[in-house]
């Protein structure tokens, strides 16, 4: 199971290949009750998956890392919660009825079909992890340049011409590329007709701008101010491989900032930093994120950047940052006839605010944090252990509560600490097994601390804090416990570095 070893303080590390990487992670993934796949008894629904009991509280750590630093943190940021079905004409007046369309390959002997980007970028990761770094970088010029164009028939080139077959069935047998639609739709009422055509939202940000109006009025809001909104999206990917990096339905974190036409790059500049560090904050090195700046911008972008993260699959995106434009306001206007603008009483005029938009998938955030945390140690003992290293502060479980036997009054007193705790933080108690499996079993979740309970406990009422990255133990009083816990788990400790 470990293959090389190097050696930092007294744990030894193993690196694993990518590929191996993403399959344990999956694999920890669902022993660990993190994420298992979605109607798994049925087999599965490709690209859709469920979280367990601690991805689900992990999902929601990270979503309250991200509401409190960008709505609480901000006094001209709010958020809102907007329904998932809206009005039809919302998907026209956006450009995703006739353009959130993604260029598609489909392979003749194995019927399967492939997002032209998709299909070459794991070509150039393949001559990366072979070396051949300057035939990745010549084909991702290659590919940027024609995506550019839209060249279909110079991409369709370019895949033959560097031999990529089907990992299905090992042909190059390609259709031509074509233009495909991502959003599902329902029909909405007993008939069944197009006129009754619903979409399920491709993206949370139409919410904020069909409310632009309400909020802005209702909150007294004073430009520049944001609308911050976390939510699920649906989108009909066609290549919806590597877990929960593409899903068809996943949830995003999107806030939009309206600012004065002309200093919209300002703001872009600065939502580029403050995203930036909030990523940093969680303890990501930075050497693993990097900008990446759109070579073809989206039919209402006028600037956009992506922060990409080294996934086990390589460095792909993990959030956009868009300078929208006044593109989305405008087209509401027309679409629905109603004024979508701001009176400037600095400037004494009225415009259509510009917007620049934050946009982070979840599901995305909660891979790099899990595949950043996986670790497999093998310990100066010989022994080995696989920890979770995931930020202590959105740690799914917080504490665990161990008596060290299931006698003596110690499961009663471990109860007692318990309950002290349990209000502030999530808490497991346990008293199955020995002290050391129940170690290795938190360290396998990811719990930061484990609280021992021992004969001495009964004596001077002291307990044994023991940390999972240093498995160093401390002997703390148990009125100072609170107070410790409160100092290593408190969220004001990321939220201070943005
Ligand atoms: N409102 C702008 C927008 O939706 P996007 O780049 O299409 O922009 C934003 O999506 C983010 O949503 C991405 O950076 C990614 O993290 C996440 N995302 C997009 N499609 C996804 C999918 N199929 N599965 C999981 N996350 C996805």
Redesign the pocket.
């Known amino acids: 199971m470990f293959q090389a070893f190097f050696k930092t303080n007294s744990l030894i590390f193993a690196p694993m290949n990518q590929e191996d990487h993403l399959k344990k992670i999956i694999a920890h993934s669902k022993e660990y009750g993190y994420i298992f796949p979605s109607s798994d008894i049925y087999d599965g629904l490709s ?1 859709v998956y469920d979280y367990g009991q601690h991805g689900a509280v992990l999902k929601n750590n990270i979503k309250d890392f991200w509401w409190k630093s960008m709505v609480d943190m901000n006094t001209n940021i709010v958020g809102i919660d907007s329904a998932i079905f809206m009005h039809p004409k919302i998907w026209k007046a956006s450009g995703h009825v006739d353009q959130f369309n993604d260029p598609m390959i489909d392979n003749k002997d194995s019927k399967k079909r492939y997002r032209v980007d998709t299909l070459i970028e794991e070509k150039i990761e393949q001559y990366k992890r072979k070396g051949k770094d300057e035939k990745a970088a010549k084909l991702q010029e290659s590919m940027d340049a024609l995506l550019k164009e839209d060249d279909f028939v110079g991409l369709k080139e370019l895949i033959e011409e560097h031999g990529i077959v089907d990992v299905f069935s090992g042909s190059k047998n390609w259709t031509d590329i074509k233009q495909f639609n991502l959003m599902f739709s329902t029909n909405w009422g007993s008939t069944g007709t197009d006129d009754e055509l619903v979409y399920l939202r ?4 139409q919410g904020i701008f069909v409310n632009y109006n309400n909020v802005m009025k209702s909150g007294r809001m004073k430009i520049p101010f944001g609308i911050a909104q976390i939510g699920k ?1 649906f ?1 009909n ?1 066609i290549v ?1 491989r590597q877990f ?5 339905e ?3 974190m ?1 806030m939009q900032y309206f600012v004065r036409p002309g200093e919209e790059m300002k703001w872009y500049d600065h939502w580029k930093e403050k995203r930036m560090k909030w990523h940093l904050a969680l303890g990501t090195p930075r050497e693993k994120l990097k900008f990446h700046d759109h070579v073809k911008l ?1 039919h209402y972008a006028n600037a956009a950047v ?1 922060i990409e993260f080294e996934f086990p699959m390589g460095f792909r ?4 940052i ?1 300078s929208r434009t006044d593109f989305d306001l405008t087209q509401h206007q027309e679409f629905s006839g109603k004024k979508l603008q701001y009176f400037d009483p600095e400037l004494e005029k009225n415009y259509v605010p510009y917007v620049v ?1 934050t ?7 909660f891979l790099s944090i899990i595949s950043q945390a996986y670790q497999e140690e093998k310990l100066e003992d010989g022994s080995e252990r696989v920890v979770m290293k995931i930020p202590v502060e959105i740690a799914p479980v917080k504490v665990a509560v161990l008596p060290l036997i299931r006698k003596d009054g110690l499961p009663e007193k471990a109860l007692e600490i318990f309950d002290k705790l349990k209000y502030d933080y999530s808490c497991h108690y346990e008293e199955k097994d020995s002290i050391g499996k129940r170690y290795r079993r938190q360290d396998a979740i990811g719990t930061p601390y484990c609280i021992t309970i021992d004969h001495d406990t009964m004596e001077d009422n002291t307990v044994t804090i023991r940390h999972r990255d240093s498995m160093k133990q401390d002997r703390v009083s148990v009125e100072a416990l609170e107070k410790e816990m409160a100092d290593k788990l408190d969220l004001k400790n990321l939220l201070t570095k943005i």
């Open positions: 690209a491709p993206e949370t940000a999206a989108r990917e919806a929960i990096f593409r899903m068809r996943f949830e995003q999107e989206a992506d995106e993990l959030e956009g868009h938009e946009s982070i998938g979840l599901d995305r955030m």
